[in-house]
């Protein structure tokens, strides 16, 4: 793994932490599938779950692939990006039932906006040192 990316793996190390601290807080402490099965899991608990669950699968794949390239990862990410947008389009056309879905889908997309401008900024980092 290139050393930028070990740069983002921090970061995003840094910031599983405080969504999954938001988690808990929102969720009571109770388990998010159970609530999710009851149907009263709050919006904002889902949009954090969103978030977390993107930031928990990179996180897990750059910590995984020792031989992960700049340029492979950020494919992935796109990917990954364009997936969750398209999610996002899908639950926003349907009935307002879908609400907790739509933020689900609007968090995990924020992290992967988020996660691609900090790769952005690595990779003009790295240009310029």
């Given at each position: 793994?290139?050393?930028?990316?070990?740069?983002?793996?921090?970061?995003?190390?840094?910031?599983?932490?405080?969504?999954?601290?938001?988690?808990?807080?929102?969720?009571?402490?109770?388990?998010?599938?159970?609530?999710?099965?009851t149907g009263k899991?709050?919006?904002?608990?889902?949009?954090?779950?969103?978030?977390?669950?993107?930031?928990?699968?990179?996180?897990?794949?750059?910590k995984s692939e020792?031989?992960?390239?700049?340029?492979?990862?950020a494919q992935i990410?796109?990917?990954?990006?364009?997936?969750?947008?398209?999610?996002?389009?899908?639950?926003?056309?349907?009935?307002?039932?879908?609400?907790?879905?739509?933020?689900?889908?609007?968090?995990?997309?924020?992290?992967?906006?988020?996660?691609?401008?900090?790769?952005?900024?690595?990779?003009?980092?790295?240009?310029?040192?």
């Amino acid at each position: 793994m290139t050393s930028n990316l070990n740069g983002l793996l921090e970061t995003l190390e840094q910031q599983i932490q405080p969504v999954e601290s938001q988690l808990i807080a929102r969720s009571g402490n109770q388990s998010l599938c159970q609530l999710g099965k009851t149907g009263k899991a709050p919006k904002d608990l889902k949009y954090y779950e969103g978030r977390y669950t993107v930031l928990r699968k990179l996180h897990r794949l750059l910590k995984s692939e020792d031989t992960l390239d700049f340029a492979t990862f950020a494919q992935i990410l796109a990917s990954e990006t364009s997936r969750w947008n398209h999610q996002c389009q899908i639950y926003q056309s349907q009935d307002s039932s879908s609400e907790a879905w739509i933020a689900y889908s609007h968090g995990g997309l924020d992290s992967c906006i988020e996660i691609q401008a900090m790769l952005t900024n690595l990779n003009l980092h790295s240009q310029v040192s």
